[in-house]
C-alpha cells in the first residue's frame, strides 16, 4: 500500500493545530496571539513580543510542558503499542491492557512510597525496570512457538494488573498523604502539573525508542511470519525481541513515571494506521508516532476543558473513548477467539 | 557438487530418538525427496538442515563448513526454507510479504522493487500484486511464500539449497504440478539444490532425482525412483501392498 499524498501534510497540520489549541486552552484566558508570542519568547529566550508576565509565566510553567508531555508520551505510547503487537503478532497487544503499564506503576508508587524524596529520574528507572520484568513475565506466559494466544494474553494480563493493582493497594496503607495524592493519580493517568525534568526525560526515550525502532522495521515486519520464519531470513530472533523489549519498558516505563497509567493509545492509534496504511512498520510507527500525540493532545484538552473549572485524569478520557473501542475488536475477532 | 553433508546425525525430541544416524548428501542440481510415513523422521530431517532442530550428535556441512558457523546473513542468502504454513494474519499486501525476502540482500530499494515483480511473474502472482494476503487461497499464500523465498535466494554466493517442507499439501492439483516442475527447473537449470518432503509416492518418483525413504528415524533406502520405490521396500516402510502401474512415455514408477 501507498501513503495517501495528503496523509503527511494532513497529520502535520494536524498537529500544529493541536498544539495551539492545547496552549490556549485553560482557566486563564489567554488570547491565541498573547500565546504564540509568549512561546515565542519562550523558544528564543528573548523579549520579542510584550506578554503579561503572569501570562508568560503560566505559558512556560504550565502549559508548554503539559503540551510537550501530552504529545511525547502519546508518540510514545502508540510506537510502544505498535512494536508490541508486532512482537507478540497480535493486534490486541497493548501496554495497557496486558499489564505492562501496571507493572511500571507498581515500580514507581514502590519508589515513592519506600524511598520518599526520591527524584524523578529514580521513579523513572524503577518504573523502567518493573515495565521490564512485568514484559518478560508476559511474554514468557503468553507466546508459543506459533505466536501467542489472544486469551493467555489478556489473561496474563488481568493477572499481572490484579498483582500490581494489589501491591499498589498495600502501598497506600504506608504512604503519607503526599506520595498517597500522587498513587491515586498514577492510576488514573494524569499530565496535569507536568514538569519540565518529566519532559526532557521523555523527548529524550523518544528519540531513543524512534530511532532504534525505525532501524528494527524491515525485522519487525518478517517477524510476523514467525519466529522460524524471520531467523531463516537471517535475523537474529533472540536480540531483536530482547532488544524492543527493552525499548518498550524504556517507553512504558517513563511514560507511566511521568503521567501515571494512560490506557487504549497504543491498542487504538496502530490499529487505525494499519486501517489506512497498511501493516508495513517502516510507515506505521512515524504515523502512529504523530496521531498518538495528537490524540493524546486532544485527550488533554478535554480533560482539562469538560468539567472545567475542575479536571478528569487524561487516563479517564482515554479510557471511555478506548475502552469502547476494545470492545468493537474483541466483536471483530469474535469469531476468531471462540 | 555436494552441497550439504550430513553426518551421523541424530535427533532427539523430548528424550525420544527421532533420528538415528543419519548420512546423507545433498547435491546441487538434484531435488531430493524425503519419503516415509508420519512419524518416520522426514520433517525433523528438514528442520535439521534449517538448524531449527539441535542435533544430539553429528554434524551437518553446508559447502564445506559446519553450518551453525555459517553467520546468519550469508546462511540466508544461500538457504531457504519454505515453511508448511505461513501464519500471517496482519494485512499485508502480497508485494510486501515478498519483499521481506529482500532482508538478507544487499539491492536499492529500486532493485529489490524489479526483483520482486521479476518473481511474482515466475509465479504468476502479478495479478495479486496489490491484494492483501489473508485474504488469498491456500494456494495462493502457498505460491507468495514461495516467491517470498526465492527472492531471498537471489544473491546466493554458491548453488543455493531450497528446502520446501510438503509444498503440495495445500495445492489443487494442477498447482502441485507447478510448484513440483518449477522446483525441477531450478535444480535442473539453475543447479539449485532443491530438498523436498514429500507424502505422494508418484509426484516424487515423477520430479525426484533422489529419494530418500526413511522409517522410524533411520535411512532405509535412497536412490533413484527405480532402485527404490520397489514392493518390498513400501510393503516394509508403508505396511501396504502397492500396485504399479504401467504408463505409456513414464520411465519412472507409478503405483497405487
Same mark, same amino acid.
Given at each position: ?5 495528503? $496523509? ?39 523579549? $520579542? ?290 | ?132 494476503? +489473508? ?106 501392498? +502397492?500396485?504399479?502401474?504401467?504408463? +505409456? ?8
Amino acid at each position: 500500500m501507498q501513503n495517501p499524498p495528503w $496523509l503527511w501534510p494532513g497529520i502535520l497540520g494536524l498537529l500544529a493545530i493541536t498544539c495551539l489549541l492545547s496552549i490556549v486552552t485553560g482557566p486563564l484566558q489567554i488570547t491565541p496571539l498573547a500565546s504564540f508570542n509568549a512561546v515565542l519568547n519562550w523558544a528564543t529566550h528573548l523579549d $520579542l513580543a510584550t506578554v503579561a508576565p503572569h501570562e508568560q509565566l503560566v505559558i512556560n510553567n504550565v502549559r508548554l510542558p503539559r503540551t510537550i508531555l501530552a504529545m511525547t508520551v502519546g508518540a510514545i505510547l502508540a510506537q510502544c503499542g505498535a512494536v508490541m503487537q508486532g512482537l507478540f503478532r497480535n493486534p490486541l497487544a497493548d501496554p495497557g491492557i496486558i499489564g505492562v503499564s501496571s507493572g511500571a506503576a507498581l515500580g514507581a508508587a514502590i519508589c515513592i512510597v519506600l524511598l520518599p524524596g526520591s527524584g524523578e529520574y529514580t521513579v523513572a528507572f524503577s518504573a523502567f525496570i518493573a515495565g521490564l520484568i512485568t514484559t518478560l513475565i508476559v511474554y514468557r506466559l503468553a507466546s508459543s512457538p506459533s505466536g501467542t494466544s489472544v486469551v493467555l494474553l489478556l489473561l496474563s494480563g488481568v493477572a499481572i494488573a490484579a498483582l500490581a493493582g494489589a501491591g499498589i493497594g498495600l502501598l497506600t496503607y504506608l504512604a503519607d498523604d503526599m506520595a498517597l495524592r500522587d498513587l491515586t493519580l498514577w492510576q488514573m493517568g494524569s499530565i496535569a502539573g507536568a514538569q519540565w525534568q518529566y519532559v526532557s526525560l521523555s523527548l529524550l526515550a523518544l528519540l531513543l525508542i524512534s530511532w532504534q525502532f525505525s532501524r528494527s522495521s524491515t525485522a519487525l515486519n518478517a517477524l510476523l511470519l514467525g519466529e522460524a520464519e524471520a531467523r531463516h531470513l537471517g535475523i537474529e530472533v533472540d536480540k531483536l525481541k530482547l532488544r524492543l523489549i527493552v525499548l518498550c519498558a524504556i517507553g512504558v516505563g517513563i511514560s507511566v513515571a511521568a503521567t501515571g497509567i494512560i490506557g487504549f493509545i497504543g491498542l487504538v492509534i496502530p490499529h487505525l494506521v494499519r486501517m489506512v496504511i497498511g501493516p508495513d512498520h517502516k510507515r506505521l510507527l512515524p504515523i502512529s508516532a504523530v496521531l498518538g500525540a495528537i490524540t493524546l493532545a486532544l485527550a488533554d484538552i478535554g480533560a482539562r476543558s469538560l468539567v472545567a473549572p475542575a479536571e478528569l485524569p487524561v487516563g479517564l478520557v482515554t479510557a471511555m473513548l478506548g475502552a469502547p473501542f476494545f470492545i468493537f475488536m474483541l466483536l471483530k475477532q469474535k469469531n476468531r477467539l471462540i | 557438487m555436494i552441497m550439504i553433508d550430513i553426518k551421523h546425525v541424530s535427533v532427539r525430541i523430548k528424550h525420544k530418538p527421532v533420528l538415528t544416524n543419519i548420512n546423507l548428501h545433498i547435491k546441487a542440481g538434484k531435488v531430493t525427496a524425503l519419503l516415509g510415513p508420519n512419524g518416520a523422521g522426514k520433517s525433523t530431517l528438514l528442520k535439521s538442515l534449517c538448524q531449527d532442530n539441535q542435533l544430539d550428535a553429528g554434524q551437518i556441512m553446508l559447502a564445506n563448513s559446519p553450518i551453525q558457523d555459517w553467520d546468519r546473513l550469508s546462511l540466508a542468502k544461500n538457504l531457504a526454507v519454505l515453511p508448511q504454513h505461513a501464519s500471517l494474519t496482519f494485512p499485508f499486501e502480497v508485494h510486501e510479504v515478498v519483499a521481506m525476502g529482500l532482508y538478507p540482500l544487499t539491492l536499492s530499494s529500486k532493485q529489490g522493487m524489479i526483483l520482486i515483480d521479476e518473481q511474482l511473474e515466475l509465479l504468476s502472482l502479478s495479478a495479486l500484486k496489490h491484494r492483501s494476503y +489473508p485474504t488469498l487461497s491456500g494456494g495462493e499464500k502457498q505460491r507468495v511464500q514461495l516467491a517470498r523465498v526465492l527472492t531471498q535466494l537471489q544473491q546466493a554466493t554458491q548453488p543455493p539449497v531450497l528446502l520446501l517442507d510438503e509444498p503440495t499439501s495445500a495445492l489443487d492439483l494442477a498447482q502441485q504440478h507447478r510448484v513440483l516442475s518449477l522446483a525441477r527447473s531450478l535444480a535442473h537449470q539453475q543447479d539449485y539444490a532443491v530438498v523436498v518432503v514429500l507424502h505422494d509416492l508418484n509426484q516424487a518418483s515423477r520430479y525426484a532425482d533422489e529419494l530418500v525413504i526413511l522409517e522410524r528415524g533411520q535411512i532405509v533406502s535412497q536412490g533413484s525412483a527405480k532402485s527404490t520405490l520397489t514392493p518390498d521396500t513400501i510393503k516394509q516402510v508403508w505396511q501396504y501392498e +502397492p500396485q504399479f502401474i504401467n504408463a +505409456p512415455g513414464c520411465d519412472t514408477p507409478l503405483l497405487y
